[in-house]
């Protein structure tokens, strides 16, 4: 019998309009499985999950019909206390931000403690030895200090395995985990999805995974669920779904996965310079009546080189420096020391006032769509405001608006509207038009596709490669994503601790690393021996 | 922490400094001669000039100000005009009734709002929600001394079950000052338990809406449990701010409170010295409440960092 069964799922809003967010789906798991349910954002696979655990959103969300079978018991019967008794002893969850998810009040080790009291009657010795227990069953080091910590001081990735330990500590049948690596970097990632695996090895769980990366799926499935708009497309065993799907939404959603293999490099074809940082640093904190002189070097000695119609990446992972060097770039902070030259312009010392002229050669778009733009601001109004601000009279720039709009491939009617009206791929077209309506020399895009699914990215990406082409313009492109970088970037610049590993073309530094780092990383993107595109593993 | 103590405290002097600034000139640019009243209605205008002598009124303001300053460094809050008495002595006279009076006022509104709140936020939308809304609605809308008087009307007049007014000492006899108490410390509390029963609502609902919130689900923990020890906890720090910033609230209902109760507490003494022009005590007095006002504050501030470890100062 298999652990978990879903038989015919439905899932509607809870009001009048009852609209259906889930279709009637089907799931089955078995004992010791992995089953990856993959899908875009919308697609219901969070909800299919939530409503497993009963934690539907109340008066949001609710089931309407169908069975939830956990070992053959219907979970949709159970009182409201027969189902809290049945979390955390028979299946449990862990979610995609462990900051968020742990109580940012209480130590680490009461929490998982609490697991323990809540359903045992286990002694207090009893509790703090079932508690160092897991702890050390999840790889994390000094374990009573650990214990003792709140979950700020602890990494992500530290923060990620208290999680498995509550979720894991009374030994469920199921357990379920909800893009549980998507906010780690990738070398965490590999860890803790090698931890998983090693513990349902151990306990025998049956592990629902839910993801949008394809690669995670390629190094953890056993078989594979599709969803897409709250139905099911597709299932089967892993091979099979990557190198055989039936179903053309599959294989969009495969070609849509940017390949590792670096792009072929482009010729150089104007020397002008767009930007020249050299020896740039920025060193946070230590001023201050009477505070702890304590700082922080985010970007040492930082220097490189973009020419006009390239583009050059920074990659690294949290806490890097990317960010900072991007901002420092944009003078949105001031560096510590060093020179950031735009143009033939040295930018590194302006004043706020001096920098004005040169604030409109540099245009940024952010990474979270849903929070650049104005939400009371019309599209055309977002777009115009920085060159009516320039000198630009409103008519024209409303005609340029209309313009760039088109260019990025939304209709011109767009612009009467407002940033709620559009989806996350359209709004990052909109943040895109915005930066370009300035005519910049230099774009900085930082993160600027990492918020979005597969198949928007491909496209978006896509508009950049086009613009870029178009206007000649020079893109500095922040990210942790190697295989976004692999696509776009025509150098690319490792970055770790503030400080530059590896700087080169792309196809030299990805395709054949020489820093360990570097290699470190390429090592640990998931699904790296896979060619989703081709349907077929990488050719060694 | 000692070294962020040090530095509240340095900050609290400038502050302070402009309060006296404030209160030296508001005093002294309102119509009405201190000496006028002092002599009487009869007085000649050479015992007016030999009474703002002895005052030192004549002096320029600046000289009057450093002065001023100078002796309140020593302790010296002058002497009253009116009673002769000095100032210290009146206030330290007149200050426990006031300060008994605000500490069960305050007992009692964190007693009453928060699970108010708590339950407002758990049952959102329902009738009980409703009820504490509007609940929170009348306490913040009603004048202060309408409010005394319907409990007076109603618990002492009608249902002679609690005095009318007054005030006795706890120390001389304890069922007495409760009795008297419980009055004015509820007409003192409706407008804070209506401002802090609002705000742990809206800040447990925001909380209520967080990951960590469905995690403790997701254990298996009761709604009880997860209310209480993982929401609660968080939703608190704006609920203190509300507290401290709300203290001003109470410095002025305690003077409407005192004198529908007749307390002879600091409120009483404001009223009084005000109507007297008694320009030594109503000084005294401001300075006295900004300072309040400004220690409440900090002490609230520090309690940030016991609620929350990720506060540190």
Redesign the interface.
Known sequence: MPVLQIEDLHVSVDSKSGIEVVHGISIEINEGETVCLVGESGSGKSVSSLAT?G?LPK?SLKVTSGRILLDGENLLDLTPAQL??????RM??I?Q?PM???????KVGEQIT??LQ??TKLSNTECHAKVMDILEQVGLPDIERVARS?P?QLSGGQRQRI?IA?ALVLEPRLLIADEPTTALDVTTQKQILKLMKDLQQNHGTAVLFITHDMGVVAEIADRVYVMNQGDLVEDGPVKEILTAPKKDYTRRLLSSVPSLVPRSPRPATSPKPALRVTELNKIYGGSG???KAKTTHAARDVTFDLTAGRTLGIVGESGSGKSTVARCVMRMIDPSSGGIRVGDQEIGGLTRKGLHPFRKKLQMVFQDPYRSLNPRLTIEESIIEGPVNYGTPKEQARTRAAELLELVGLPASAAQRYPHMFSGGQRQRIAIARALAMEPELLVADEAVSALDVSVQAQVLELLDEVQSRTGIAILFITHDLRVAAQICDEVCVMRRGEVVELGATADVLGNPQHEYTQSLLAAAPGRDWDFANFRPVAA | MPIYLLRRVLAAIPVMLVVAVFVFLLLRLTPGDPAAILAGDMATPEQLDRIRESLGLNDPLLVQFVRWIGALLQGDFGTSLISNKPVIDLVADRMWPTIWIAIITLSLSVAIAVPMGVLAAWKQGSWVDHLVMTFSVLGFSIPVFVIGYLLIKLFAIDLKWLPVQGYKAPSDDFAGFAARAVLPALTLASIYIALIARMTRASLLDVLNEDYVRTARAKGLTERRVLFRHALRNAAVPVMTVIGTGFALLISGVVVTESVYNIPGLGRLTVDSIFARDYPVIQALILLTSGVYVMVNLLIDLSYSLLDPRIRY
């Open positions: 655990m934690l008066g809290r008794d049945a979390r955390a002893t449990s969850m979610f931000e968020t998810a742990l109580n940012p009040v209480i609490e697991v809540a359903h709140y700020h999680m509550m009546f009477l505070s």
